[in-house]
Structures are given as structure tokens and as C-alpha cells.
Antibody
Framework: EVQLVESGGGWVQPGESLRVSCAAS????????MTWVRQAPGKGLEWVAN????????YYVDSVKGRFTISRDNAKNSLYLQMNSLRVEDTAVYYC?????????WGQGTLVSVSS | EIVMTQSPATLSVSPGERATLSCRAS??????LAWYQQKPGQAPRLLIY???TRATATPARFSGSGSGTEFTLTISSLQSEDFAVYYC???????????FGQGTKVEIK
């Protein structure tokens, strides 16, 4: 069974940093692009970033470029999102998802709250 | 940026009835469209990709159609477990700048 389990969310103040993680199981992690999608409270979905199987290609939505970094550790079957210079508008549930175009598996999400 | 517009925002349907959800792209996206279902407190779930291909475990009562800029998700006979929010998502150009519609909530009439 495919499982994606996010962790690392929490409350931070504007300008601070946070790293969220995603542990993958039930599929060959190293053979799949992975994606982060976020959802602000009561709002819709927003694609954030994705990363190639070997980590060599990474893409970001404009609003996080230069602040967020997606990475992966295939030996640990883990996906990461390092978030720096966090803003109030980054407050959201962050979902880890499998796939590069359509997202075929999703984790349960981890909440990141940014406020003063 | 490709803007995805879903209509209606809310659809009130009785169990057993047919539901038709629309998604429009601001420019042609060929068939590079996916549909997701999200229930309260849960993660989204992939239903349809390639505009019309059902994902694994998607019941046959769900069907997708369209290409270019106009797309439709049809639920032929609504079951109680189908009341949820549905999102469309485009994945047309490379490098990726994927965008979602704002969602359609399907509620019990």
C-alpha cells in the first residue's frame, strides 16, 4: 500500500524557517517525481514544487522561488521542503504527493502556521 | 499563468441523480487535465487524468471529457460518499506551472 506521511509542521513567526518532511513507502520512491502542494485554510489547492527522480531537476511556483527548496533522499525514501523567510501567506496544509503531472498519491498533510 | 475556472461553485444534487461539473482553462491545455476529489479533513484523491482516464480505484460512475479549454466531470448517479469538493488541475506546459481550479462543492440537495 502506498503511504506518504508528512511531518515537521508547526507555528513560526514571519521571517523564520521550517523544514517539512515526507516519508514514503509502498512504492519505489527513487523511480518517481515527487511534488509538494499546499492548501491555505478554507481555500483551494496550490502547486508548490516538484523534483525529479534523482533530484537533478526542481521546479517552483513563482511565489516561493528563492525562499523554498525541495529536496529528496532516495536512500531514506524521504522528500523535504525547506522553507525560509516564511510569510503569513505561506500558512497552509502542506501535502506531499507522488507524480509530476497528475498527483496519484497524497499524504495527509502537515499544517504550517505563520503569524506574529 | 493558465487560469482554471470551475463552475458552479456549489452544486446541490439528490442521491441517485447525475452531476455535471465544468472546468475551463484560460488557454488550450490539450488533454492535460486531472480531477481530484477532496472530502472534509482529508487529502485530495486523484479521480481522472488525461482528461478522461479513470485512476485506479475510481468507480465507473465518474467520467471525464473535454479537450482544449473546456472540460467536464460527470458523476452518473451520485452516491452518499461522492459529496465532496472537486478540483481540476492543468499540467500542460513544461517547465511546470501547474494550476488548480477553485473547486466545486457537491452537496446534498
Amino acid at each position: 500500500e502506498v503511504q506518504l506521511v508528512e511531518s515537521g509542521g508547526g507555528w513560526v513567526q514571519p521571517g523564520e524557517s521550517l523544514r517539512v518532511s515526507c516519508a514514503a513507502s509502498g512504492f519505489i520512491f527513487s523511480r518517481h517525481w515527487m511534488t509538494w502542494v499546499r492548501q491555505a485554510p478554507g481555500k483551494g489547492l496550490e502547486w508548490v514544487a516538484n523534483i525529479k527522480e534523482d533530484g537533478s531537476d526542481k521546479y517552483y511556483v513563482d511565489s516561493v522561488k528563492g525562499r523554498f527548496t525541495i529536496s529528496r533522499d532516495n536512500a531514506k525514501n524521504s522528500l523535504y521542503l525547506q522553507m525560509n523567510s516564511l510569510r503569513v501567506e505561506d500558512t497552509a496544509v502542506y501535502y506531499c504527493a507522488g507524480g509530476v503531472q497528475e498527483m496519484w498519491a497524497w499524504g495527509q498533510g502537515t499544517l504550517v502556521s505563520v503569524s506574529s | 499563468e493558465i487560469v482554471m475556472t470551475q463552475s458552479p461553485a456549489t452544486l446541490s444534487v439528490s442521491p441517485g441523480e447525475r452531476a455535471t461539473l465544468s472546468c475551463r482553462a484560460s488557454q488550450s491545455i490539450s488533454s492535460n487535465l486531472a480531477w481530484y476529489q477532496q472530502k472534509p479533513g482529508q487529502a485530495p484523491r486523484l479521480l481522472i487524468y488525461g482528461a478522461s482516464t479513470r485512476a485506479t480505484a475510481t468507480p465507473a460512475r465518474f467520467s471525464g471529457s473535454g479537450s482544449g479549454t473546456e472540460f467536464t466531470l460527470t458523476i452518473s448517479s451520485l452516491q452518499s460518499e461522492d459529496f465532496a469538493v472537486y478540483y481540476c488541475q492543468q499540467y500542460n506546459k513544461w517547465p511546470p506551472e501547474w494550476t488548480f481550479g477553485q473547486g466545486t462543492k457537491v452537496e446534498i440537495k
